[in-house]
T-cell receptor, first 113, second 111 residues
């Protein structure tokens, strides 16, 4: 158990809808990362937050947004969902210093029908 | 931009044999190379990492080698066991927290 929790575990929704994925980092970690893993693909970095502020951005679509709250939990919002958004979404956390180990949550499996 | 290629995509070995997974990175500024293991239904877990000032690192049955000139690094697992079966991802980064991952290798160890 990495100490990173993600909810929900599974999510089924329809195209055009909006969903929110939630992540709670390990105790003491200040950085949260979001990754997307599509079928047979590697982990694609979406975005990183550090202590409430956006620190780095990857190939995150404009339809997607994230935030980190004062209690350090983070939410990833996906809107105007398309079939191609079906994927595993992982959250990871780290202490926040450069190149520290990232601890991954179990992921949220999103299926868009 | 930074790209990491990983081979093979699938690898089957007999228990007790060695397994080698190779990755190539594009950005010569990359200086940190972690390897993650992803078991079914679980998040990825760091198993070993190496920094650019070191050519090789070993931890029990797992070792990683880095060739900066050729811009590639490899994961070596010796004396494989069925519990080594998983998907393995390599990654690279350069002075940031942003990790660029390879596409993964599905390792299957047969008893």
């Amino acid at each position: 158990d990495s100490g990173v929790t993600q909810t929900p575990k599974h999510l089924i929704t329809a195209t055009g809808q909006r969903v929110t994925l939630r992540c709670s980092p390990r105790s003491g970690d200040l950085s949260v990362y979001w990754y997307q893993q599509s079928l047979d693909q590697g982990l694609q970095f979406l975005i990183q937050y550090y202590n409430g502020e956006e620190r780095a951005k990857g190939n995150i679509l404009e339809r997607f947004s994230a935030q980190q709250f004062p209690d350090l939990h983070s939410e990833l919002n996906l809107s105007s969902l398309e079939l191609g958004d079906s994927a595993l979404y992982f959250c990871a956390s780290s202490l926040g210093t450069t190149q520290e180990t990232q601890y991954f949550g179990p992921g949220t499996r999103l299926l868009v029908l | 931009g930074e790209n990491v290629e990983q081979h093979p995509s699938t690898l089957s070995v007999q228990e007790g044999d060695s397994a080698v997974i190779k990755c190539t990175y594009s950005d010569s500024a990359s200086n940190y190379f972690p390897w993650y293991k992803q078991e079914l239904g679980k998040g990825s877990q760091l198993i070993i990492d190496i920094r650019s000032n070191v050519g090789e690192k070993k931890d029990q049955r797992i070792a990683v080698t880095l060739n900066k000139t050729a811009k590639h690094f490899s994961l070596h697992i010796t004396e494989t066991q069925p519990e080594d079966s998983a998907v393995y991802f390599c990654a690279a980064s350069w002075d940031t927290d942003k990790l660029i991952f390879g596409t993964g290798t599905r390792l299957q160890v047969f008893p």
